[in-house]
């Protein structure tokens, strides 16, 4: 059974006005894939439609929930741009769909349990730019259910970062990379765990103006799809690399990977 917000189309008749100092501003189209999260989409949401950055379109694309997520959709859906609830075939064929219904400027993946790092990131990112930049980047901050700060992610951003970045490791999270979307691509949906990793390097190989924001952007809800499927993930990440980096690159990154992957766990307890 197929749901969508009541509107035309599914999405907004219309966003806010601009101010004129706002007007210049690119429109971010913030998205967010669910399938029953009720517990943890309405935290999503209101991070989300708090932000103080004007220029903002907010999509949420709902995999069929069952568990009451649907009722939070509609409690909020003056303030979603777009959402409709169906059936799909995996997250990252939602993640598709969400893509073709987007109009802006930027894309920024902030899936239920996720949350923007504050309600001024947006701000502090764009609000500063005149010219702007193919891809923004930053750290991620951990956190564990209950919304409390488990520390930051393994991986630090790099200070540059380009597509032979990711050689080493996903180097910055997926929900820490706001992409224009010109040079967005479709997901890879033969991949089931680790379609974001591929779809980075290939954003990143199209990028011609990469930016390292230096700040934290995005806090990552740990326990996602990868994490809770962590071989098989890793399978798919190496057969990703292969495609991308060749035989002998790959197999000395993963020597090096296990190897600092090990000393974490030893030392942190956690991956």
Known sequence: MKNQSKREGGRKVANKPLTKNDKDLPLISIITVVYNSVGFIENTIRDVINQSYPNIEYIIIDGGSTDGTIEVLRKYNEYIDYWISEQ???????????????TGDYLWFINSGDL??????LDNIFRKNKLFADIYYGETEIIDP???????????????????SLLKGMKVSHQSIIVKKEIATNYNTKYKLSSDFDWVIKVLKKAKSIEN???????????????????????ERYQIMLENYGYFPTVISHFILATKLAFYYVKNKRF
């Open 88 to 102: 799909d075939k995996g997250l990252y064929d939602a993640m598709n769909k969400a893509m073709q219904n987007a």
């Open 116 to 121: 923007p790092f504050d309600l001024t990131i």
């Open 146 to 164: 209950n919304g409390e700060s488990i520390g930051m992610r393994r991986h630090q951003a790099p200070e540059i970062l380009n597509w032979k």
């Open 213 to 235: 924001t230096g700040l934290i952007i995005s806090k990552f809800m740990e326990g996602g799809l990868t994490k809770k499927n962590l071989i098989p993930g890793l399978k």
